[in-house]
């Protein structure tokens, strides 16, 4: 199980030491949410930001773009060091041409689905991408709860991917009691941000979502 911590939940006062921590914390991935104000409700950084920490760690980036229109600015965020660029499906007209370019700039592929979009969006994509992330939250802001519906979707995924070198990526809501039965569901990557930023012990709390995790799938 990977854990990768959204640093829309750190001190943005204290960013670069933050990305750090969390880093010799053990994080697997580090998950930096993008928002526009308009896709969703809220607004946070773009490329200047991700850019000046991409010197201070060698963990994959895995730049979530809640933006719509996503297509015009992937060229900005594969420069800014992303390593992952995924987009979200409802907010792109034409989906697999976002995805191919992607591919094309020489990052990892992800595609995104909002609570209430079904997994049948994603079907002919499949072929084209390197990673599904489902957020069982509606997307905007952390610390909100996990929404149930979407554990049925999870194993729906998981079954849909088959053989496919595909990661599943879970967003939203997670802490240590989700984190498992996202991973009993079939989940492969964790975001969490209050889970980790919320107390003092990243590298406890990241251990905790670990072991959580870990204990669900081993059964
Ligand atoms: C929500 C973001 C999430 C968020 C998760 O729009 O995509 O990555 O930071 O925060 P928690 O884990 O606190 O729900
Ligand atoms: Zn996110």
């Known amino acids: 199980m990977k854990i990768a911590p959204s640093i829309l939940s750190a001190d943005f006062a204290r960013l670069g ?4 921590a969390i880093d010799e914390a053990g ?3 580090i998950h930096i949410d993008v928002m526009d104000g308009h896709f969703v409700p809220n607004l946070t950084f773009g ?3 991700i850019r000046s920490i991409r010197p201070l760690t060698a ?6 773009l809640m933006i719509d229109p996503a297509q015009p600015f992937l060229k900005d965020y594969a420069e800014a060091g992303a390593d992952i660029i995924t987009v ?8 697999d041409r976002s995805l191919q370019f992607i591919r094309s700039l020489g990052k990892k592929a992800g595609v995104s689905l909002n609570p209430g979009t079904p997994e049948s969006a994603i079907g002919y994509v499949l072929d084209g991408i390197d990673l599904i992330l489902v957020m069982t939250v509606n997307p905007g ?3 909100q709860g996990f929404i149930e519906s979407q554990i049925g979707k999870i194993s729906r995924i998981r079954d849909m991917i088959g053989a496919r070198p595909i990661e599943l990526e879970v967003d939203g809501g997670i802490n240590p009691e989700t984190a498992a039965r996202v ?5 492969d990557v964790l975001v969490a941000g209050g889970a980790v930023f919320g107390g003092d012990d990243y590298k406890a709390a990241i251990g905790a979502l670990r072991e959580a995790a870990g204990d669900a799938t081993a059964q």
């Open 17 to 20: 030491e933050e990305v750090r």
């Open 27 to 29: 994080c697997d991935y």
């Open 47 to 49: 490329p200047p930001v």
């Open 59 to 64: 963990k994959t980036f895995d730049v979530h």
């Open 88 to 95: 979200h499906v409802e907010a792109d007209t034409h989906l």
């Open 141 to 143: 802001f952390g610390g």
């Open 183 to 187: 991973a009993g569901a079939g989940a």
